[in-house]
């Protein structure tokens, strides 16, 4: 195959002021996967690729380019490719990173880009990770809207303060970025981890719900907020901007003050 | 073989999945099938808003909204469809904030509203504000509150478990007036377990599909990489009929070279759309309401526009949208993520610079025939009893011939509900349907043919291909020559499609493997598209004939049903080709009659 096949991310050219000369710089990189298929070896290896990319290319763009013209058993997941699916969280040269969201130009394309899985969580193939134990957290912190008062006809009145005190935390897209960068997490897989404590949060702060005692009472466990050593990753990690470790603050002193 | 049992099974975990799990798993031994995960499903992406006349801004009602949806779909629309639509916004906005949903407030705490395109004050006077939103996140927090409520309801999903085939029975039935037919029967679907390999039989009393759209036929589309038309593929393969596929939905406000959408609610919140002049070019198009014109006739002036020399940048082949006039406060508070894929994607800062755009696939408007309760319709009348579609890949018709914002997050949300209690219902009064013998037979017989190939076909290489010339022959202008140009290129894609690799040969997560049975939708898709184009000589809604480019109610105020034919042979037929059978269906009006469509 000796055909240019896959499109870069855009072969739009933008006007000088925004993009420099115009022209779409081309660019060479090594993409550095780390690969592993237990159908074949028990054995993790890592596979160099030399590519020819665009200047508007992402990670995402280069995986794609691997698995479309040079090796198809590469295997990721990803779907929407703007970063808002959350399917392709990995590990982007030591950091946790959405491959569609990290251009390749904001990376030093003088070195290999290393692609990894994810941390801390089983490896099923390639860059694909068991996802089961990350949403088994999700599910246990009740993360959904419980009123005991009366449904109203029309809908709950809420102020425009109180729905902007959890904005923050309604933009999860549980990708696991944060949850798999957070060393706690590496070396205690039962701790809930941020994105579990991220949607407890979301819910915990909203004025129209009626059981955040509940849920501090869940992350109060030994394997709950207490475990954060607010070593920040995680707030680096989300790809949606969302202060995670601030979140995680905040709940631990909810617990606090409420004195459960 | 693996056999499961359940009263309901529901192919996808989208919104209209989703929707429809929550009322049948409380009635009903119910499964989701997902060829991913929920929360990656691509309602997520959607944007600006959902419409409903709740009227917490300003005056309006259920009557208004109808009307615009019928105009907006250019008459093509079953009216009794969009009155139900229209009619169960309301409710069907309230559920999602009962259930939680983060709608934006005004200063009294009631759900925010705002302007969308093709959304009118009585009958078309001014641009209304009718969509209930939360930033430009909207699909987000729908596809988010819908999971968080699975969740609570303990709906049982299968995680990646690609569904390929639906078993359908044929039944020898008698009409009332005596005469013989077939009667359609579902008993379950096939699905394929990526994680292992395996085949995984699912008998069902009701299937429900709800599987999404099939946008990935174009190269420059909204749609998520998954977006396949596999629901549609699906049922079209078993005898199911196809409906308006020709329609297919541009955005005007896709990331130019990217596709990615920027939400209509900018223009909403004031954003003007403007030529290399800087002039604001929809005023000439849409006197009366502008940028807020339905996405079509916006979409077509962007590419006149361009066309015509009037284009920005280098090579003149996009326009700007400039929300450059905007306070910054204001645009960080309603359109944050949108103005983040500007910076990202393009390096683009919207609060200073006008931000490059240009038409995107983003949404079909046709699909798998149903009647308001879902019901799938076998022909023109008969329903399949047991079988419902619902979302992007169902086509009920509340969109016509062009869907206005706003009203994909509606329908998926009304008519979600609606399958899921019908499918329940149905459940309970019915009995399974014996599985046909060997029911993986079809399925096996496609994946071991795409894994034993040895050809030297890439599928990525036809797929880029199928997308070219659909981008250059099937967008927003069509004509005679340039659709059966996209037939010659189909047809030897089918070809090389035959010998296809797969390099892969494994079990584990084989997604070399799912491209390529992806490819064979994507086929199947593009080609009743523009079969139904080619036979459609008439220009409306999203579907522009330069050849032909006035409406003509005469002859096409009708539905176009797809059929798979083998029987046909290209040269049986002028207007088809080999293996697709074209009929037409009555559009149902309830209280509109047609009028030219301006703005």
């Known amino acids: 195959m000796t055909t240019e096949m896959a499109e870069p991310a855009s072969k739009i050219e933008l006007p000088a002021s925004v993009a420099g000369d115009g022209e779409i710089p081309t660019f060479h990189i090594t993409l550095r996967v780390r690969r592993y298929d237990p159908e074949i070896s028990e054995e993790a290896r890592w596979d160099d690729y030399k590519l020819t990319m665009y200047g508007t290319d992402r990670v995402l763009d280069a995986l794609h380019k691997v698995k479309w013209e040079i090796d198809g058993s590469v295997s990721f997941r990803r779907s929407c490719a703007h970063g808002v699916c959350g399917s392709d969280a990995m590990r982007i040269n030591g950091r946790n990173r959405l491959a569609c969201k990290t251009l390749l130009k904001d990376l030093d394309t003088s070195k290999p880009i290393t692609v990894e899985p994810i941390k801390g969580l089983p490896v099923e193939k390639d860059l694909i990770v068991d996802m089961e134990p990350f949403f088994q957290s999700f599910r246990e912190v009740m993360p959904f809207l419980i009123n005991k008062g009366h449904e109203p006809t029309k809908e709950r009145l809420q102020s425009v303060e109180d729905r902007e005190r959890f904005d923050d935390t309604t933009k999860c897209i549980l990708c696991a970025a944060c949850t798999s960068s957070c060393p706690v997490f590496w070396t205690d897989g039962q701790y809930f981890g941020p994105a579990a404590i991220v949607n407890a949060h979301r819910f915990i702060f909203d004025s129209r719900d009626d059981a955040g005692d509940m849920r501090l009472e869940i992350l109060n466990d030994k394997e709950g907020v207490w475990r954060c050593r607010t070593t920040f990753n995680c707030s680096e990690a989300c790809p949606r901007g969302i202060q995670v470790t601030k979140a995680i603050a905040e709940v631990k002193q909810a617990i606090l003050a409420r004195k459960i | ?599």
């Open chain 2, 1 to 599: 073989m693996q056999v499961h049992k359940y009263d309901v099974v529901i192919v996808g975990a989208g919104g209209a999945g989703m929707r429809a799990a929550i009322e049948s798993g409380q009635r009903a031994r119910t499964a989701v099938l997902t060829k991913l995960y929920p929360t990656r499903s691509h309602t997520g992406a959607a944007q600006g808003g959902m419409c409903a006349a709740l009227a917490n801004v300003e005056e309006d009602n259920w009557e208004w909204h109808t009307f615009d949806t019928i105009k907006g779909g250019d008459y093509l629309v079953d009216q009794d469809a969009a009155e139900v639509m229209a009619k169960e916004a309301i409710d069907a906005v309230l559920d999602l904030e009962k259930m939680g949903l983060p709608f934006n407030r005004t200063p009294e705490g009631r759900i925010d509203q705002r302007r969308f395109g093709g959304h009118t004050r009585d009958h078309g006077k001014a641009p209304v504000r009718r969509a209930c939103y939360a930033a430009d996140r909207t699909g987000h927090m729908i596809l988010q509150t819908l999971y968080q409520n699975c969740v609570k309801h303990n709906v049982e999903f299968y995680n990646e478990y690609y569904v390929l085939d639906l078993l359908i029975v044929d039944e020898d039935a008698v009409r009332e007036d005596g005469t013989p037919y077939k009667q359609k029967r579902v008993a379950g679907v096939v699905s394929y377990d990526l994680a292992s390999g395996e085949l995984h039989v699912f008998q069902a009393k009701s299937v429900v599909f709800a599987s999404g759209g099939a946008g990935k036929v174009f190269k420059t589309t909204s749609n998520a990489h998954t977006l396949t038309g596999d629901g549609m593929g699906i049922a079209f393969r078993r005898g199911i009929p196809l409906e308006d596929m020709e329609f297919f939905q541009f955005h005007p406000t896709g990331l130019a070279g990217l596709g990615i959408l920027l939400t209509e609610g900018a223009r909403g919140e004031g954003a003007i759309l403007r030529n290399s002049e800087g002039e604001r070019f929809m005023e000439r198009y849409a006197p009366t309401i502008k940028d807020l014109a339905p996405r079509d006739i916006v979409a077509r002036a962007m590419a006149n526009e361009v066309r015509e020399g009037r284009g920005c940048g280098p090579n003149k082949d996009y326009v700007l949208l400039d929300l450059t006039h905007l306070e910054p406060a204001h645009i960080e508070a309603k359109l944050p993520d949108i103005t983040e894929f500007a910076r990202t994607y393009l390096g683009v800062e919207p609060f200073t610079d006008p931000v490059p755009v240009f038409p995107t696939a983003h949404y079909a408007m046709g699909g798998i025939p149903t009647n308001i309760t879902t019901e799938v319709l076998q022909d023109n009348d008969t329903i399949v009893p047991g079988l419902y579609a619902a979302g992007e890949v169902a086509c009920v018709s509340v969109h016509g011939s062009n869907r206005l914002g706003t009203n994909s997050l509606l329908d998926i949300n009304v008519f979600g509900k609606r399958a899921g209690i019908a499918a329940a219902e149905y459940s309970k009064t019915a009995d399974f349907v014996e599985l046909p013998e060997d029911p993986e037979a079809m399925t096996r017989g496609i994946l071991d043919g795409l894994l034993s190939g040895n050809g030297t076909e890439r599928v990525a290489q036809i797929r880029k291909e199928l997308q070219d010339t659909m981008d250059a022959n099937m967008q927003v202008f069509r004509t005679k020559e340039s659709l059966e140009q996209v037939l010659r290129d189909i047809a030897s894609f089918e070809e090389r499609y035959k010998h296809v690799t797969v390099q892969d040969k494994g079990k584990r997560f084989n997604l070399d493997l799912l491209e390529a049975v992806e490819l064979g939708f994507l086929l199947d898709m593009a080609k009743v598209m523009t079969v139904g184009a080619l036979h459609r000589e008439e220009s409306r809604g999203g579907h522009y004939r330069e050849d032909f480019p006035d409406r003509d109610d005469e002859k096409f105020m009708k539905h176009s049903m797809a059929y798979l034919d083998n029987s046909v042979t290209a040269a049986s037929s002028a207007e088809s080709v080999a293996g697709i059978r074209l009929e037409t269906k009555p559009v149902i009006f309830t209280r509109y009659e047609p009028m030219e469509r301006k703005y």
